[in-house]
């Protein structure tokens, strides 16, 4: 194949600087639409990311993999409300700007002769306001900074979740092979890494705050060289590098640099505050109060309440707050974290898959340890009555046969339901007292705990 030359612009260096220097000149145009863009789709967004977070939460119990997850969905939610935050100053600031250049348009520059002020407001405003011309070019350039800094800050996040995720496969790895070559000695290796990878991460770190004073050590540069290489490759600096040396060669971006670290820890610091119901009303106090069960619910354990946030996880979903006809029902679903509960109950039991995620595309990533087909019938394998047993279910002190619950695979949720439908004929007609015990599996003992939550829904019929 031939090879061809790159392709440069006419003039060669000069013309690509002199076409750099246009775009520069309308930057802005691409600023305001991309900030319209991302803020629209950001806001859109938002009303999603907590019920998806609290998906993927779900996942996180029973899997490395799944925990992974859940931090990169954290991590994507900060980084979009660090983006959002910004953008929606940066749109703001444009905007004055854009309205100072019209206004420069009709009226030019500021005649402080026509204000006919005293002396003193006349040196004092002739010292701060220059001239318009300068209160322009200084906008454009406060909002240019702003732009091309909200993306650092979200590239900064990403590499620091990054830096947390490779220490902790690093560690994983170190205790998998101890316990392959049973060393005594090598179980401490872990922690040993995590001290030395700590301390070479906060010298990194101290070295970005202070814009690059410890590579200006000269002793130290042969030592902090690696280092310097091993966590910006950690950290994917390579990415965000030439714009992080763009600011700190300039007075203004070194003043944002240095308060990256201090701004995102604001942002998360703001955005982890939550409105309580009022100085009477708490929602963990009266959820922890046994004396409030049977008097005391939440909407989402309600499937006609639940409206459109059908994926926001719950471990019990009943059917309806209010029934006329004499039935209702109450779906438990099967949590990956009750893998412990069914293992410990049935020692005998053998797992289906490895993990909670897996891949059509990747082969044999979540192989599992037994493929068993449905018409072996062998009563060891019985999913669907071990499901039956890791609950209870009580209606007004009354205990309920589990044995004609219902399993049901889910079309919002990636894993399955067991349904028991409540008979209600029987039953006297208002509040209705539906109590759900669930064993969990309780490590330090070796042994199965209860855990109750009482439902109440009214029944009053036609």
């Known amino acids: 194949m031939p090879k061809y030359p790159k392709k440069r612009s006419p003039g060669g260096k000069a013309g690509e600087k002199q076409y ?34 609290s998906y993927l939460s779900e996942y996180s119990s029973d899997s490395t993999v799944g925990g992974a997850v859940l931090a990169g969905a954290v991590v994507s939610y900060f980084c979009g409300a660090i983006v959002f935050i910004n953008l929606i100053i940066h749109f703001l600031l444009r905007g004055l700007w854009i309205g100072a250049v019209g206004l420069r348009s009709v009226s030019g520059d500021i005649n402080f002769h026509q204000l006919r002020l005293s002396n003193r407001f006349n040196r004092f405003l002739r010292h701060r306001i220059s001239s318009f011309d300068d209160y322009i070019i200084g906008l454009d350039r406060i909002c240019s900074v702003i732009f091309s800094f909200s993306f650092l800050l979200a590239l900064l996040l990403i590499g620091f979740f990054f830096y947390w995720g490779v220490m902790i496969l690093i560690m994983y790895g170190i205790m998998q092979f101890a316990e392959l070559v049973d060393v005594k000695g090598l179980y401490v290796g872990p922690f040993i890494f995590m001290a030395i990878y700590l301390v070479l991460g906060l010298l990194y770190l ?27 490759f950690v950290t994917l600096a390579r990415i965000y590098r030439p714009l992080y040396y763009n600011f700190i060669d300039d007075k203004f971006g070194r003043r944002m640099v240095l308060i990256a670290v201090p701004y995102i820890l604001l942002i998360l610091v703001a955005v982890s505050f939550s409105f309580q119901g009022g100085p009477f009303y708490d929602a963990r106090y009266f959820s922890d109060q046994e004396i409030f069960e049977g008097e005391f619910s939440k909407e989402f354990y309600y499937e006609n309440l639940r409206e459109d946030d059908l994926r926001q996880p719950s471990r019990y979903l009943v059917g309806a707050d209010m029934v006329s006809r004499p039935i209702n029902k109450v779906s438990l679903f099967i949590l ?21 995620l897996n891949s059509e595309f990747i082969v044999g990533f979540n192989n599992a340890k037994r493929t068993m087909n449905a018409d072996e019938k062998k009563p060891e394998n019985d999913f669907i009555n071990y499901f039956r047993e890791i609950f209870e279910l009580r209606l007004n002190g009354r205990q309920l046969n589990m044995d004609d619950a219902v399993l049901f695979d889910s079309k919002n949720y990636p894993f399955p339901k067991l349904v028991k439908y409540l008979p ?39």
């Not at 309308?26 to 977070?53: D, M, P, R, T, V």
């Not at 705050?209 to 540069?221: D, E, N, P, Q, Y």
């Not at 003992?445 to 019929?461: A, C, E, N, T």
């Open 20 to 53: 750099l220097d246009q775009l520069q000149r309308e930057s802005w145009n691409l600023e305001l639409i991309i900030s319209g863009l991302a803020i629209f789709g950001l806001a859109a967004a938002y009303q999603y990311y907590n019920a998806e977070i």
């Open 206 to 232: 101290l070295d970005f705050m202070t814009l690059g004073w410890v590579k200006r050590i000269r002793w130290l540069s042969r030592f902090y060289y690696p280092v310097y290489r091993f966590f910006g």
């Open 424 to 462: 209600l004929s029987r039953e006297t007609p208002g509040l209705q007292q539906l109590e759900i015990t669930r064993f969990e599996y309780s490590r330090n003992g070796d042994s199965l705990r209860p855990i109750k939550k009482v439902l109440p829904f009214y029944y009053q019929p036609n």
């Open 336 to 356: 990956p974290e009750y893998a412990a509960t069914i293992e410990c109950k049935f020692p005998e039991v053998n797992r289906l898959n490895e993990s909670v």
